[in-house]
């Protein structure tokens, strides 16, 4: 991911809206400004356009689901790589670590 998510999940902000929470019990409004799957016989939903799109998700894309306590499931999809991460931790400033320093922790 090479490319900041951010304009193209500010498209997405409508979404969010308070009328389109949840209502308690949780079943959604009818009319909620969200995109909707719906499960198939065969256990398969189809990641809506805008979400593929919003995400950079093309065909291949892992997703990992993950079901929290409290009883709502986040779907993460996996689209980015080792090489995304490089140059995210820098050292502090002014602080230095041999190699021969780090060998112990092998």
């Known amino acids: 991911m090479s490319k900041s998510l951010g304009s193209d999940l500010d498209k997405c902000e409508s ?3 308070s009328d389109a929470l949840p209502r308690v019990g949780g079943s959604f409004l009818k ?3 969200m995109p909707v ?4 016989a065969d256990g398969r939903l189809t990641v809506p356009k805008e979400i593929r799109q919003a995400v950079k998700a093309t065909p291949g894309t ?3 689901w993950v079901l929290m306590r409290s009883g709502m499931l986040q779907v993460v999809p996996k689209t980015g790589t080792i090489e995304d991460l490089a140059g995210m931790v820098k050292p502090a400033p002014g602080v230095s670590v041999s190699v021969e320093e780090m060998n112990p922790f092998r």
């Open 62 to 64: 892992e997703f990992l």
């Open 31 to 33: 009319e909620s400004p």
């Open 37 to 40: 799957s719906i499960l198939s």
């Open 15 to 17: 979404w969010f809206s």
